[in-house]
């Protein structure tokens, strides 16, 4: 199927834009493009017309535009199961003092969706929005290792095993080994793979159709909670997944 060049452009240029590249100038987004100035002048120009690209009127730089936060809340307030699980999110980090996410998988990533900062948070990183790989989180596992080993098979088919720190899961064979032992035991965990000092349990949540839409998280230091009370946690975390499963329609067998 043919793409439309112009639209493929103008794409490409929002995704210049990241948590890292706020603003840009003309310049710096032809050299990226590769795409004369004129060119990018006219793409830019029909983006701003339409409020999805902002030029900062101090500097002539160039940024998102407020558009794409209307569409964004437009995106949110359909995912339902963000609304659902707000109180249960509350609650664990209510009990424990710790960071909770809710996150939903999005081809090869799973992207954060909710949070509730703890008391007593461990990590400062994460972000609605920001993605998170599945390897080498507690999350990410949930979000896989629950389903069809063909679906599994699906989205480890070329995947880039990055490594985050020496505790990361290198290979597919060991992520494999570690889906097992999840399915197993119901819950992922993460220990200094994601970032050092931090151990994170994820477990995850369930749709009408008995089929895995989304894992809800934990983060903790360490330093700070020792093994009986990570133990702890996580049996309040799985009391809190069921919780929304249940009320996301999701009934169990057996």
Known sequence: MPIIQSLDRALNILDLFDEHTTELKITEISTRMDLHKST??????????????????????????????????????????????RKHLAALTEQTGQTTHLVILDGKEGVYIDKVEGEKAAIRYSRIGRRVPLHSSAVGKALIAFRKQEEIEALLNNYRYVVQTASTIKDKEALLLELAQCREQGFAVDIQENEAGVRCAAAPIYDHNGQVCAAMSISTLITAVDDIQFQQYISMLQQETESISKLLGFRSVG
């Open 40 to 85: 990018v002048h006219s793409l830019l120009k029909t983006l701003q017309m339409h409020g999805y690209i902002d030029q900062d009127p101090e500097n002539g730089k160039y940024r998102l535009g407020m558009r794409l936060l209307e569409k964004g809340q437009l995106l949110l307030q359909r995912l339902d199961i963000r609304t659902v699980a």
